[in-house]
């Protein structure tokens, strides 16, 4: 059995914000190898290049070979183990930033299918894996010779993918991932910025995905739906204003008011008693219990 070897290199600094190598290497591991469960913060390909393992991922478990190649996505947790017989070799590559997201869209790697089988493109994968480790530096220009063949690397992907994805659906892909994590996260102050960050473009860009999408900003948007949320929590008598407001990402009782008569006409407290003269709050409690039946 060979003796387990490895060469890395682990960036200092992420210089550029388009797309920035992270790390990038070769290893050979030793029987039963295994990193994880974990999560990373950067997108991650590995390239099988001899042995075999398992790659597990949201419940998935998919046995690999020489030849395919596996992705770990970003704030996903996932583990990989070395098989006892024969342990892999791989290349990988990590990576993050603004252009990541378009990058991936573009290829066969969705969260669905984080594998790819194509033993016949191997011979290319290592060559643009080992031309990203060559690069390899910490200086600005190391930085972009390494982006570049990173760049290189996508394209040589891209270019055999088999899915045949439309740009439009990578657009659509792109507002559905936003709008998923605005309803995931508005209760925390998430700004347009940090939406934009998640997904992997830039702020200009993500404006002109929900301005042809959804006619509207993407603030817009993220502001409508804490309204939203807010008129839900409006109709609990229990619940103090400043308490809702910070609930549903509003830091500033006096911008959640401003922002909320914007869209509803009214203030909180105005909106609250309106309900309550309609029956509104608390009326679904009531309403539940009035209808429970009697066993």
């Known amino acids: 059995m060979p003796d387990t070897y490895q060469y890395a290199y682990y960036a200092v600094d992420k210089q550029l914000n ?60 996932s583990s990989y183990q070395a098989d006892e017989r024969e342990p892999w070799e791989y290349a990988w590559v990590g990576f993050a930033g603004n252009d990541a997201y378009a990058m991936i869209a573009n290829t066969d790697f969705s969260m669905e299918r984080p594998v790819l089988c194509q033993s016949d493109i191997s011979n290319g994968l290592v060559a643009r894996l080992q031309a990203i480790y060559s690069a390899n530096g910490n200086t600005f220009q190391d930085a972009v010779s390494m982006t570049g063949a990173l760049y290189t690397l996508m394209g040589f992907l891209m270019k055999h993918s088999r899915g045949g994805k439309k740009p439009a659906d990578v657009q659509a892909v792109y507002v559905e991932r936003a709008k998923q994590y605005i309803a995931e996260q508005y209760s925390y102050p998430i700004t347009v910025e940090d939406v934009a960050c998640y997904i992997g473009v830039s702020r200009s860009y993500l404006f002109r995905l929900f301005q042809g999408a959804m006619h509207q900003s993407p603030k817009e948007y993220l502001l409508e739906y804490r309204i939203r949320q807010a008129c839900q929590l409006l109709n609990r008598a229990d619940l103090p204003v400043g308490s809702i407001a910070r609930s549903v990402g509003f830091e500033d009782n006096l911008y959640f008011s401003k922002v909320f008569k914007k869209y509803k006409g009214c203030t909180p407290s105005e909106y609250r008693g309106t309900q309550e003269k309609d029956g509104g709050v608390g009326y679904a409690e009531k309403e539940a219990k009035a209808t429970v039946p009697l066993l």
């Open 18 to 77: 388009s797309l920035s190598v992270y790390n990038a290497g070769y290893e050979r591991c030793h029987p039963g190898y295994q990193w994880g469960p974990g999560v990373r913060d950067h997108y991650l390909i590995h390239h099988i290049i001899c042995g075999r393992g398992c790659y597990r991922m949201e419940g998935r478990e998919y046995h690999l070979k020489a030849g395919d190649t596996f992705l770990m996505f970003p704030q996903v947790e």
